[in-house]
């Protein structure tokens, strides 16, 4: 007993028991102060086991540590101990900290489709903790390798993404010439500086892989990127590159171009900028005005006579929008508008340039590689869209080529004429995101605060022909086209899309409350082929009374080219909320190529057989597609079984009626800015089976329709099936998109409340 209690005593003095001791005492007293905080600051109970996994760990290298300080160890001895203990601390924390800290975060950014913050967190991988975890797979999965062929050598280049979430640094990748180099996947953007040239900024995906003419490239070589010398460049522009492209505009198809390069403003003509040609007496010198044909309402009006017209609040001349020949205070910086295009043309002159024909406009608004699409959504997100006001120029997001506000904030004229109108492009702060890639005809005269212009200089002036001339659209189909198909080959046509009921066990995603005037809900059910899963989206009244009507939409192009988050997805946008506010449910489903189901059947458009087939197959998911909502809808206690309607926007108008032949549990259906276009072969083109639909139909369209040109849907009227007394055709003095809101909500509504069974 003596003996033990000697030992204790001995053990008590050394270095060893007590450094143990204390080593104990902190750990438990670290661990249970983390315990009493971790509701304070978030700490789960992942963090707390790996918290004592660390005490546990470095306890044996403690212990070794003060051993080894306790004996009479010689100096070399006790550094390779400590060495021992620092390599296998090293070794033992850098795999606790790979894969209980960084794989994890690594892996929510990945579900957020947060490339860069993938990438920051492979380069940590790599940096502290290589021999632990081989990264080489992961960054082939969330990185591109991009090639920048540079003409002028010496031109700094720095990157950083382009985001809505977060303001990241510029970051620096080398200088020209450079060598191929990785970098992340996603919407990036470029800045090439150099002494003494204009600073150049290129924005697009990576990876990139279409056109010779765009630098990011997957590592093939590329016509050099050109670098300009900015005694070169008039004020206030910057160059785009000349080369081949396709315009990147509803209803331009895929026809390629070649453009020489060009001089565009950077930004949307200021009030301020506009002052100058006023103070000038820019309305008054009649060579600002030469050539110019006034057309009011087909009437010709001399000079003189469209002066008059083109004045101010105050009877100065001047926008419609400015007082006694000036804008009102603080609006200096703010994109003129209120004037016609006329004005916009007249000023250019005064400036030494032109208004750009829109295929110019296109080239410098949109990357080549999205093509017949608006920019990509990540960009339309920090434009001026859906809003109440314009902005300041410069405010809102930077384009493919460094160019700001070509899409949103205010629509923007073009040189171009179509049907005596002139073509405004790029969209509007009150408009949808979506109208970033719409030509919309405007009467040449109005003077709207919606439109404002920008100007190009041409350094080539042959690119004026062609690409100046009215725009006239293509004529409607020739009569013999039309070979509808007899019973017998229809009946078979219809095996196709024989699809029968199938039960519903529905996964609810979620229940959001947080909008004032809805409820949405995100509903996942099952399609029934290829294994597959459809997310629907439903928007109800937040005070209903009674079970609900559905109504089912089709949405536009947008949604199987460039779509935006499912999440995202909202009815105010598009002009769709009066839908929910009438007291029925809006039903938005993920039909198959668009939303988060986009695949190798994204064919909005086909042009070649392997597409004819594949669009053959997504007229047969979309018709499984809605008959499977149907089934859902109505096993629902809250939704009106008797009562549903089909509403196709644009491209939901066109194609998506197809389903109209087989699914036949539609009240009526409302059809805006729809019609018969000849884009696919005759078996699957809607026009061969327009005379087999039968249910009410409502079309609504415009008949200053750029896209969509009235010859389409009066050809599409006459041929459905549907008694004279059940359909019906409206043309508003309108474009594409939008239709006037007021007149289209009452013709909506009617509609609906006349085919409702309630």
Not at 683 to 689: E, L, R, T, V
Request: proline share 7%; hydrophobic share 40%; glycine share 8%.
């Amino acid at each position: 007993m003596i003996e033990i209690d000697s030992l204790f005593n001995k053990l008590k003095q050394s270095t060893l028991f007590k450094a143990v001791a204390a080593y104990a005492v902190f750990s438990f007293i670290v661990v249970q102060v983390a315990s009493l905080v971790s509701d304070i600051f978030g700490f789960n109970q992942e963090f707390m086991q790996n918290l004592i996994w660390i005490f546990v760990i470095g306890f044996p290298f403690l212990a070794l540590a003060a051993w080894a300080a306790s004996s009479k160890f010689s100096t070399f001895k006790i550094l390779g101990i400590f060495l021992f203990v620092l390599v296998t601390g090293y070794g033992s924390g850098s795999y606790i900290w790979v894969n209980n800290f960084v794989l994890p975060e690594l892996k929510k950014e990945l579900e957020k489709d947060d490339y860069v913050g993938a990438w920051d967190k492979v380069n940590q991988l790599n940096s502290f903790a290589p021999f632990f975890y081989n990264s080489n797979s992961l960054d082939q999965e969330i990185s591109s390798a991009i090639s920048l062929n540079i003409a002028e050598p010496g031109v700094t280049v720095s990157w950083q993404p382009y985001t809505t979430e977060k303001d990241y640094e510029w970051r620096y990748l080398g200088t020209s010439p450079l060598s191929p180099s990785r970098l992340p996947l996603g919407v990036l953007k470029l800045k090439l500086e150099k002494e003494g040239y204009k600073t150049k900024f290129i924005v697009d995906r990576n990876p990139s892989f279409i056109f010779e003419n765009h630098p990011i490239d997957l590592g093939w070589a590329l016509s050099p990127v050109q670098m300009y010398p900015k005694s070169e460049i008039p004020e206030g522009m910057i160059p785009i590159d000349g080369g081949r492209f396709i315009p990147a505009l509803i209803g331009e198809g895929v026809t390629e171009y070649h453009l020489s390069t060009y001089y565009i403003d950077q930004y949307e003509v200021t009030n301020k900028k506009f002052q100058e040609f006023v103070d000038a007496k820019g309305y008054e010198i009649f060579q600002n005005w030469t050539d110019m044909e006034f057309i009011l309402k087909g009437e010709s009006l001399s000079w003189e006579e469209a002066r008059d017209l083109m004045i101010d609040t105050t009877g100065n001349y001047g926008p419609a929008n400015w007082e006694l020949g000036s804008f009102r205070d603080g609006e200096g910086d703010y994109p003129v508008t209120g004037i016609s295009w006329y004005e916009a043309q007249a000023y250019a002159r005064f400036k030494g340039n032109i208004l750009p024909p829109m295929y110019h406009w296109a080239k410098a608004a949109f990357p080549p590689t999205e093509i017949g699409a608006p920019i990509s959504p990540v960009l339309l997100k920090k434009s001026n869209f859906s809003n109440q006001s314009v902005e300041k120029v410069g405010t809102n997001g930077i384009g493919a080529h460094g160019t700001y506000d070509m899409a949103g904030n205010v629509r923007e004229w073009s040189w171009n004429i179509f049907g005596g109108r002139g073509l405004t492009l790029g969209g509007a702060f009150s408009d949808p995101a979506y109208s970033a890639s719409s030509a919309t005809p405007s009467p040449r005269f109005v003077r709207s605060e919606l439109i404002g212009f920008r100007t190009i200089r041409l350094l080539n002036p042959r690119d004026m022909n062609p690409f100046g001339d009215p725009i006239n659209r293509a004529p409607p189909k020739p009569q013999e086209f039309y070979k509808p198909f007899t019973d017998d080959q229809f009946r078979i046509y219809s095996k196709n899309f024989e699809v029968g009921y199938m039960e519903q066990i529905p996964k609810i995603i979620y229940v959001d409350e947080s909008h004032p005037t809805w409820i949405k809900e995100r509903i996942k059910i099952k399609v029934g082929y290829d294994n597959e899963e459809m997310d629907i989206l439903i928007f109800k009244p937040k005070k209903s009374f009674n079970k609900l009507e559905s109504v089912i939409i089709y949405p536009g192009a947008n949604y199987y080219r460039t779509p935006p988050d499912i999440d995202d997805v909202n009815p105010g946008e598009y002009g769709l909320d009066f839908i929910i506010k009438s007291g029925r449910a809006l039903v938005w489903p993920a039909y198959k190529g668009s939303m988060n189901r986009i695949t190798d059947l994204n064919i909005s458009f086909p042009s070649t057989q392997d597409q004819f087939r594949l669009f053959r197959q997504l007229l047969t998911a979309w018709t499984v597609d809605t008959s499977r909502t149907i089934d859902y809808l109505q096993s629902r206690e809250d939704m009106d079984p008797d009562n549903l309607f089909y509403v196709g926007m644009s491209y939901g108008s066109l194609f998506t009626t197809h389903v109209l032949l087989f699914e036949k549990r539609f009240n009526a259906a409302i059809l805006y800015v729809g019609g018969a276009l000849s884009s696919i072969p005759p078996m699957s083109d809607g026009i061969n089976h327009y005379p087999r639909i039968t249910s009410p139909i409502l079309m609504l369209n415009g008949e200053q329709d750029y896209l969509v040109p009235p010859s389409a849907p009066r050809a599409m009227y006459s041929l459905i099936g549907t008694p004279e007394d059940d359909k019906r055709l409206v043309f508003y003095d309108s474009g594409h998109w939008p239709l006037p809101r007021n007149q289209m909500i009452k013709e909506t509504l009617a509609w609906m409340d006349k085919y409702s069974t309630n």
